[in-house]
Each structure stands twice: as structure tokens, then as C-alpha cells.
């Protein structure tokens, strides 16, 4: 069983496009994160939600929106792609926040034209 | 804010060689994390290690901590080209919730 899953795998579309992007656990975690990793691999945490409530949320431009619908669903939509947010984006789930293991998904390759 | 840096950025050894790899930070921390990711997947986590700990082992890896020196090492002994991946370190500076990873470093284990 996936404990942490990402949909879609692969997102290529055009600049000025919306689109999203869903995860989901099974761990039965109450904390969920957003992570973007640029193409010289640096990983960036955007966002955290514990109990469905955001606790974390960094700097991140207000094109991208988070939306826990309940503790086992982080979704990422972004509207308006630009370029620059060509990336690996990963969800990660952790017990709880602070001090525990994160598990990572595989990851979705959103490339923007 | 704090950030964890691996040194070296690239690492290329013989299988059955040992690797290190270390982290280094800037302010207090609550607790160092060491993860891999292996090309095209998501990390995975393989060793915590809390600030009032010094050193800690699972199976060919050790890690270790040093606090005044605000850096920490991790050793994978008996290499195998299976170990070829990025290591990362994440670190969560006290009073934070906020991991933050530094840039990796790629190890390449030959056969």
C-alpha cells in the first residue's frame, strides 16, 4: 500500500494556466506539507497543515493555495502558472509537527511553457 | 532562517568504500534529520537525531552530532552502489516547526 500518493506524476501546461495537484496518506498522520525542490535539487517547505489547520506557510506568492479537506488530503492548487514554477513539487506527512519523520511522496514534475 | 548545508556537494567512491558526508548549521536546533532520495523518487528518512544526542546508528550508517560545532556527519560504512542517491540534511531550529533542507549531496557508489 502507497502510504503517501501524489496525482498527477507528470503536469506539463502553459504559462497562465490553473491547475492542481492532490495528495493523499494513509498513515493516519495529522500533519501534511508542501515541498518544492527547484532543478539544482534545493528543497523548500510552502506549506504545513496539522489538523487541518495551516500552521506553516512560507513566503509562497498567493497563486498557490492549499486546501486540507480533512486530515488525509493535502491539495495544491496554483493559478496563473509561471514559468519559475517549473519544479518538483512533494507532499510529506508526519505524525505530528516538530521533531518526527516526514514521508515523502514521489513527487509531481510540473513543467510550465 | 536556518539552513542545513552538506559538504561535499558530490562524492564518487568505490563500492565497499566508506562515505561521509556532514551538515553544517547555523542556530540552535531542536533535532537533525538525515534523508536519501534516489533519482526520480521522494526522500526517505534514515536516521533522527535529537540536540541532547551525540552520535546514533542504524545497520551501516552513523550519525553524528555536534552541537558547538553546530555540524553533524553521516557515515555510511561498506558502501554499495545501491547506496548512489542524494543525502540530505533537515534541521528544525528550536521554537520551529519549520524543516529546512539544505542542497544534498550526491554520492555515487561504483561497482
Known amino acids: 500500500d502507497t502510504a503517501v500518493s501524489q496525482t498527477p506524476k507528470y503536469l506539463v501546461t502553459q504559462m497562465g494556466n490553473d491547475k492542481s495537484i492532490k495528495c493523499e496518506q494513509n498513515l493516519g498522520h495529522d500533519t501534511m506539507y508542501w515541498y518544492k525542490q527547484d532543478s539544482k535539487k534545493f528543497l523548500k517547505i510552502m506549506f504545513s497543515?496539522?489538523?487541518?489547520?495551516?500552521?506553516i506557510n512560507e513566503t509562497v506568492p498567493n497563486r498557490f493555495s492549499p486546501k486540507s479537506p480533512d486530515k488525509a488530503h493535502l491539495n495544491l492548487h496554483i493559478n496563473s502558472l509561471e514559468l519559475g514554477d517549473s519544479a518538483v513539487y512533494f507532499c510529506a506527512s508526519s505524525q505530528a509537527p516538530g521533531g518526527e519523520t516526514q514521508y515523502f511522496g514521489p513527487g509531481t514534475r510540473l513543467l510550465v511553457l | 532562517s536556518q539552513q542545513g548545508e552538506e559538504d561535499p556537494q558530490a562524492l564518487s567512491i568505490q563500492e565497499g568504500e566508506n562515505a561521509t558526508m556532514n551538515c553544517s548549521y547555523k542556530?540552535?536546533?531542536?533535532?537533525l534529520q538525515w534523508y536519501r532520495q534516489n533519482s526520480g523518487r521522494g526522500l526517505v528518512h534514515l536516521i533522527l537525531i535529537r540536540s541532547n544526542e551525540r552520535e546514533k546508528h542504524s545497520g551501516r550508517l552513523r550519525v553524528t552530532l555536534d552541537t558547538s560545532k553546530k555540524s553533524s556527519s553521516l557515515l555510511i560504512t561498506a558502501s554499495r552502489a545501491a547506496d548512489t542517491a542524494s543525502y540530505f540534511c533537515?534541521?528544525?531550529?528550536?521554537?520551529?516547526?519549520?524543516?529546512?533542507f539544505g542542497r544534498g549531496t550526491s554520492l555515487i557508489v561504483h561497482p
Open positions: 533537515a534541521t528544525e531550529a528550536g521554537g520551529s516547526y519549520i524543516p529546512t
Open positions: 542556530t540552535s536546533i531542536n533535532n
Open positions: 497543515y496539522n489538523n487541518k489547520e495551516l500552521i
